[in-house]
């Protein structure tokens, strides 16, 4: 089955700095890659995702890149504030977001003051 | 629009005790997923509804987890006995078709 690495695990940042999650994963069949953000007592919240046809999209200060051919995609985050202090997990799966999702064993991001 | 419900928020129970869950997914999404989060680990998905038929279970415990979703609308999962390492977050989540899906708050289980 498909099984997805996330890299750093835990990532501290100043306030104001840009953030990068990276993951990858082992199923080149798989097409469709959420990204969701995870705070304290809450459920995941999605934050952005991208399908295998597109290999860049952006919401504001939110970006995500994938290379099909690496197996890996990334989270960017630009001009941190206080309320992107979360859990981070990138997710993975075929179907085109229809069948279950993996993912990763998540990313605690820390913005400093 | 109203999102996924999930009741109870927390549960304590003994081990070999059983438990239930419920979720009212969002209105109008026919998939249905419930997930087991332990702590420090992304969530893993159990089961997935397609209306009220099983899509997945093939990680599903079937030994002593169980799951329905009459009338394709809410689901219950129940945990019969449970176990020490059972205990976790149990998270409920929706989607209609290649839509992403939306995750509720989740039944924080703790088995003593």
């Known amino acids: 089955g498909e099984n997805v690495e996330q890299h750093p695990s835990t990532l501290s940042v100043q306030e104001g700095d840009s953030a990068v999650i990276k993951c990858t994963y082992s199923d080149s069949a798989s097409n469709y890659f959420p990204w969701y953000k995870q705070e304290l007592g809450k459920g995941p919240q999605l934050i952005i995702d991208?399908?295998?046809?597109?290999g860049e999209k952006k919401d504001q200060r939110i970006a995500v890149t994938l290379n099909k051919t690496a197996k890996h995609f990334s989270l960017h985050i630009t001009e941190t504030q206080p309320e992107d202090s979360a859990v981070y997990f990138c997710a993975a799966s075929l179907g085109g977001g229809a069948d279950g999702l993996t993912f990763g064993k998540g990313t605690h991001l820390i913005i400093q003051p | 629009e109203a999102g996924v419900a999930q009741s109870p928020r927390y549960k304590i129970i003994e081990k070999r005790q059983s438990v239930a869950f419920w979720c009212n997914p969002i209105?109008?999404?026919?998939?249905l997923y419930w997930y087991q989060q332990i702590l420090g680990q992304g969530p893993k998905l159990l089961i997935q509804?397609?209306?009220?038929?099983?899509?997945?279970d093939s990680q599903l415990p079937k030994d002593r987890f169980s799951a329905e979703r009459l009338k394709g609308v809410d689901s219950t999962l129940k945990i019969q006995p449970a176990k020490l390492e059972d205990s976790a977050v149990y998270l409920c989540?929706?989607?209609?078709?290649?839509?992403?899906?939306?995750f509720g708050p989740g039944t924080r289980l703790t088995v003593l």
């Open positions: 509804f397609q209306n009220n038929g099983v899509v997945d």
């Open positions: 989540a929706s989607s209609q078709g290649v839509v992403a899906q939306f």
């Open positions: 209105s109008g999404h026919a998939t």
């Open positions: 991208i399908r295998s046809n597109v």
